[in-house]
């Protein structure tokens, strides 16, 4: 399924802003709990993802990987909690691959 992303601002991205609640945000970001207009919606888009767990750590790297979206953002602030969770998710989903 081919992705995009667009920042209409990004602002709340900055180092120096005082409200860091975005990024608590982004490192909960799962395509399981997204919005549609209609609820069929919705369910067509979960229905065309194999693995949520898989697509939600593919987003986190789309985010916040080494070629992400705020790669340069946490350079030295606050790296190693989008680390961890992405290391979480991904040992998740290679133990449920294995099961």
């Known amino acids: 399924m081919p992705q995009s992303v667009c920042l209409?601002?990004?602002?709340?991205?900055?180092?120096?802003?005082?409200?860091?609640?975005?990024?608590?945000?982004?490192?909960?970001?799962?395509?399981?709990?997204?919005?549609s207009s209609r609820p069929e919606d919705k369910e067509m888009v979960l229905s065309q993802i194999s693995s949520v767990p898989a697509f939600d750590a593919e987003l986190q790297l789309l985010i916040f990987g080494n070629r992400g979206l705020l790669k340069q953002k946490?350079?030295?602030?606050?790296?190693?909690?989008?680390?961890?969770?992405?290391?979480?998710?991904?040992?998740?989903?290679?133990?449920?691959?294995?099961?």
């Not at 190693?80 to 290391?87: D, G």
């Open 74 to 99: 946490f350079f030295g602030f606050d790296s190693l909690i989008p680390a961890a969770r992405t290391a979480r998710r991904l040992c998740r989903i290679a133990t449920q691959n294995h099961v």
């Open 8 to 35: 209409s601002c990004n602002k709340a991205f900055d180092l120096d802003a005082e409200d860091l609640s975005i990024y608590g945000k982004l490192t909960n970001l799962s395509v399981a709990n997204s919005l």
